[in-house]
């Protein structure tokens, strides 16, 4: 798989918030902190309104990077993910980063458009989803993807404010003890929690994502 993964983020129900300036500075915060965690051929900028964009060497690390913005962001905040395969090509100079357009970034705005179809329909808490730009006989299956994504964020949409800030603890490389010191709890609250709201279910596949995509 040679092409990169181009990204878009757009945010959820942004008219919602009366802030916009204090909600765009959280989403920004929440998108620094992911490019610490996960190296990126363009790391995320803003564009235009509610929109950012990035662009990734590979599926493994724009799957992880769109996880672990959804996991720092704060509770009644949240972000929508379009991830396409395929070429990216640089057409100008822009102010921030190179111009760029290609069958990579179609497919992204492709993909972001069909998270907010399916957000706004009847798969309320899916916020990613992932397409195929051109023709790539080596790209990733569309549809195991994707599957992959309506379980990774249904699971993620319904766990506790504990839950994600565990499970952003894990991907981080927390032990359960520096986890439960963390939230001032024992290790078999830790457990419970993490058995209970999907912690483990989510660590595991962006594991085995990683392994088979990789």
């Given at each position: 798989?040679?092409?990169?993964?181009?990204?878009?983020?757009?945010?959820?129900?942004?008219?919602?918030?009366?802030?916009?300036?204090?909600?765009?500075?959280?989403?920004?915060?929440?998108?620094?902190?992911?490019?610490?965690?996960?190296?990126?051929?363009?790391?995320?900028?803003?564009?235009?309104?509610?929109?950012?964009?990035?662009?990734?060497?590979?599926?493994?690390?724009?799957?992880?990077?769109?996880?672990?913005?959804?996991?720092?962001?704060?509770?009644?905040?949240?972000?929508?993910?379009?991830?396409?395969?395929?070429?990216?090509?640089?057409?100008?100079?822009?102010?921030?980063?190179?111009?760029?357009?290609?069958?990579?970034?179609?497919?992204?705005?492709?993909?972001?458009?069909?998270?907010?179809?399916?957000?706004?329909?009847?798969?309320?808490?899916?916020?990613?989803?992932?397409?195929?730009?051109?023709?790539?006989?080596?790209?990733?299956?569309?549809a195991l993807v994707n599957a992959?994504?309506?379980?990774?964020?249904?699971?993620?949409?319904?766990?506790?404010?504990?839950?994600?800030?565990?499970?952003?603890?894990?991907?981080?490389?927390?032990?359960?003890?520096?986890?439960?010191?963390?939230?001032?709890?024992?290790?078999?609250?830790?457990?419970?929690?993490?058995?209970?709201?999907?912690?483990?279910?989510?660590?595991?596949?962006?594991?085995?994502?990683?392994?088979?995509?990789?």
């Amino acid at each position: 798989m040679n092409a990169p993964i181009a990204v878009i983020v757009d945010i959820s129900r942004s008219k919602e918030h009366a802030d916009r300036v204090a909600l765009q500075r959280t989403v920004e915060r929440a998108l620094a902190k992911a490019d610490e965690h996960v190296a990126a051929r363009q790391p995320f900028v803003p564009t235009v309104g509610d929109e950012f964009q990035a662009v990734f060497a590979d599926l493994p690390a724009a799957l992880l990077a769109s996880l672990l913005v959804r996991l720092e962001l704060p509770a009644g905040v949240d972000c929508r993910f379009g991830l396409g395969f395929g070429e990216v090509r640089e057409i100008g100079t822009g102010l921030r980063v190179p111009l760029q357009d290609g069958p990579g970034w179609w497919a992204a705005r492709a993909a972001i458009d069909r998270a907010r179809a399916h957000e706004y329909a009847r798969l309320h808490e899916l916020r990613t989803w992932f397409a195929v730009g051109g023709t790539h006989a080596d790209a990733p299956d569309e549809a195991l993807v994707n599957a992959y994504l309506l379980g990774r964020d249904h699971l993620v949409g319904t766990m506790s404010d504990r839950g994600r800030r565990l499970l952003l603890g894990k991907l981080s490389g927390w032990t359960q003890r520096e986890l439960a010191e963390r939230e001032g709890v024992s290790d078999s609250a830790v457990s419970q929690t993490v058995r209970a709201q999907g912690v483990l279910a989510v660590f595991e596949g962006q594991r085995l994502m990683t392994e088979v995509l990789g």
